[in-house]
């Protein structure tokens, strides 16, 4: 280390200090930010990251040849509101897109790990715990490739207590390399990711108690100071960051399990959901988000999260923590089923032949993204009752194709929604696009076999004025209305 320290000094000017520092400790005090991981956390949070910082140099990495070609062009790899003007102000300038993950290891002093963490399908954990697979692969390519000390941040959802593994594996290092692990998990949701990280409720950061770690904490800290209110920068140990980021989507999954278990009560009872949910909504100290009824939370996270808490409640010997929180993906379950099960119902029990047109695949509006979408469950579930689907998405039909390609059964995608409904029995809205409420319902009555039914799986549509055209009406968790 002596010797290190003897390297030549360079200047490197922040905003608020002017530091002078020895090469082996770069990684403290460098402004080259590398993110591995190009998907839909790493590419939006780069580039908004570099928008805002045009004094940090921001490389985005990713195996995935394709994903970082479409990153570089004018189609973007994923559908994102108003993702496209901040990649264009920023790429070029100080944002880079890349498949060269070893060079922006040595480049790069911060690194950021976006990596995907989906839920295990093998071995010990299997269906729970979290796959650490690509997080390891990326901890490892760190060490045989750097050359001086980094800061690496855990971007990706991870379990608590991942961070000690991961410094464990970087400190075996026999270069006499530091590196320092700090948690930094986003908050952003899909669709509105380019509003919810240009201003943020918060942003969490957890590092090591240690003076070494407290002072790569800051290094991050700079970079969110220069558009987050400080006020809105939260400092922890890095276990409660951790823990913080799986318990924020746990808690939010269970509002909606919660309220879509209350919506199967008030069909029974003749009390509205909406009502319900605004009513409760009003009490401050419940809040009126994320009280809207659905067909079950979708998403590449919200399940594999809670799955995740749950194997980590087991672990931790907590049996009954662990069947609180299942619970919540159980009913989420239960949901789609108890949609698919009221079509069959009130379509006189019999939904083979008949055709289907689903409006919506997204797992929700604003996103082509279908990972976990209850659509794909709901399609499935369908297609097992022999119905034949039409399915229409204004951005996600690609994708649809590649969930349903392996699924047996009559399926077609379309994207004119007028072509989707003719001839079909039944239209089964399973996404709250906004522009389906502006849909030409008696046009799309018109085109339709008779009876024809509308199940609303995520109380989107104006009920009242569709059942004046004709229709038979099912909403979620209030009274249909039915002309039968
Ligand atoms: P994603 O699958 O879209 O992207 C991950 C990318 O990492 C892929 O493109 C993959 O090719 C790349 N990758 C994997 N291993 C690599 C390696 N060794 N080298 C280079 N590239 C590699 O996933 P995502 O949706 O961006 O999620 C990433 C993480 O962020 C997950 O842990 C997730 O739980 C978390 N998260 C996601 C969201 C969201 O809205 N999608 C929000 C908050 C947090
Ligand atoms: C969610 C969280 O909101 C983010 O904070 C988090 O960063 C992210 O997961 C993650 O870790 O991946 P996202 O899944 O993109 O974001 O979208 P949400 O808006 O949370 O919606 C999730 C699902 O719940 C969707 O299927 C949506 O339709 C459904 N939902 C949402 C309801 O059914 N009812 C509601 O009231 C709200």
């Not at 290094?219 to 400080?230: L, S």
């Not at 209350?262 to 605004?278: P, Q, R, W």
């Not at 029995?425 to 522009?435: D, G």
Request: proline share 4%.
């Amino acid at each position: 280390m002596a010797g290190k320290l003897a390297k030549t000094c360079y200047l490197i000017f922040s905003r608020k200090t002017l530091y002078a520092e020895p090469k082996g400790n770069k990684g403290i005090m460098d402004k080259t930010i590398l993110c591995i991981g190009a998907g839909y956390v790493g590419g939006p949070t780069m580039a908004v990251i570099a928008d805002k910082c045009p004094d940090y140099k921001v490389i985005v990495v990713d195996m995935n040849q394709a994903r970082i070609k479409a990153w570089q062009s004018d189609k973007l790899p994923i559908y994102e509101p108003g993702l496209d003007e901040v990649v264009k102000r920023a790429r070029g300038r100080n944002l880079f897109f890349s498949t060269d993950v070893i060079a922006g290891i040595k480049e790069a002093g911060i690194i950021f790990v976006s990596v995907n963490t989906p839920t295990k399908t093998f071995g010990e954990g299997a269906g729970r715990a979290a796959d650490l697979q690509f997080w390891e692969k990326t901890a490892r390519s760190i060490i045989e490739h750097a050359d001086d000390d980094k800061i690496v941040v855990e971007k990706s959802t991870l379990p608590v207590r991942t961070a000690q593994a991961m410094h464990r594996i970087l400190q075996s290092n026999t270069k006499g390399l530091n590196f320092e692990v700090i948690s930094n998990p986003e908050f952003m949701a899909e669709g509105t990711a380019v509003g919810d990280l240009q201003n943020p409720d918060r942003v969490l950061i957890g590092a090591m108690e240690t003076p070494s770690g407290q002072k790569a904490l800051q290094r991050i800290v700079d970079i969110y100071d220069h558009w987050v209110p400080r006020e809105k920068i939260k400092t922890t140990n890095v276990w409660s960051s951790e823990l913080s980021k799986l318990v924020s989507n746990a808690m939010l999954a269970q509002r909606i399990s919660s309220v879509n278990s209350i919506s199967a009560l008030c069909e029974k009872t003749d009390a509205n959901i909406l009502e319900v949910s605004s009513a409760m909504g009003m009490d401050s100290r419940i809040g009126s988000k994320f009280l809207r009824a659905s067909i079950g939370f979708g998403g590449s996270c919200f399940k594999k999260d809670i799955l995740n808490l749950v194997y980590l409640c087991e672990h931790y010997g907590l049996p009954e923590v662990a069947a609180y929180w299942e619970q919540v993906v159980k009913i989420n379950d239960y949901q789609a089923s108890r949609f698919v099960r009221n079509i069959v119902k009130r379509m006189f029990n019999t939904i083979a032949g008949k055709k289907i047109a689903i409006f919506g695949f997204a797992f929700k509006a604003d996103t082509g993204d279908t990972r976990e979408s209850p659509a794909i469950y709901i399609s499935k579930m369908l297609l097992e009752e022999r119905a034949e689907l039409s399915i229409h998405d204004p951005e996600a039909l690609e994708n649809a194709a590649i969930d349903l390609a392996d699924t047996e059964g009559k399926f077609a995608f379309e994207s004119d929604p007028y072509k989707a409904a003719a001839g079909a029995h039944c239209i089964a809205v399973l996404t709250e696009w906004k522009q389906f409420r502006d849909l030409d319902f008696k046009k799309l009555f018109a085109v339709m076999e008779k009876p024809a039914f509308i199940f609303d799986g995520r109380n989107l549509l104006d009920h009242q004025k569709l059942f004046e055209l004709g229709f038979n009406v099912f909403p979620l968790g209030q009274k249909s209305l039915s002309h039968l």
